[in-house]
């Protein structure tokens, strides 16, 4: 910015919000892209094990997690009877959000945007409210994989968790 500003110094510049903190607001919230067609506002371990396929790397599920659906040994991230692994939410996303934080009202970190609804990739464009959607991993999946499945509960003693 600042050499583009050196070389046109006459001309008016957007400011450059590189560097900068972004917030967006919006509700966890489910919806319905077309006729008989809806999503719920989160899914679950049971869909993790549903999409199981050994054929296909990217859908093969660990023989650990198997192991620690069938027995429910969800310790303390478990939430009626099951883990939530995503949420999807009116926030408006944008390449370059992937990684970014979701906080709750209260400041609380409850999930990581990684991507957008298929019906809302061209939010960028045109936003509806009605079809775009983020998806956040949920927190809980997060901490029930380090802490359960990869038996790395020591890394949350140097964390404060709220239950």
Known sequence: MQAQMAYEPHKT???????TLRVGYGK?????PRDAVKY??????????EK??????DYR???????LYKEKDFGRYEDNGTVPVCFIATN???????????INAEGHLIGVNFDRAWEGVMSDLMFNPEQC???????RYALFIIDKYAGAGYLLDEMTIME
């Open 40 to 49: 719920l506002h989160q899914t679950t371990l049971e869909g993790i094990m």
């Open 61 to 67: 599920v660990p023989e650990k997690l198997k192991k």
């Open 92 to 102: 408006h996303t944008t390449g370059g959000n992937s990684g970014s934080p979701v």
């Open 52 to 57: 199981d396929n050994p054929e296909i790397y």
């Open 28 to 32: 966890i919230n489910g919806y319905e």
């Open 13 to 19: 510049f957007y400011p450059d919000a590189n560097f």
């Open 133 to 139: 959607r983020n998806i956040s991993l949920d927190i």
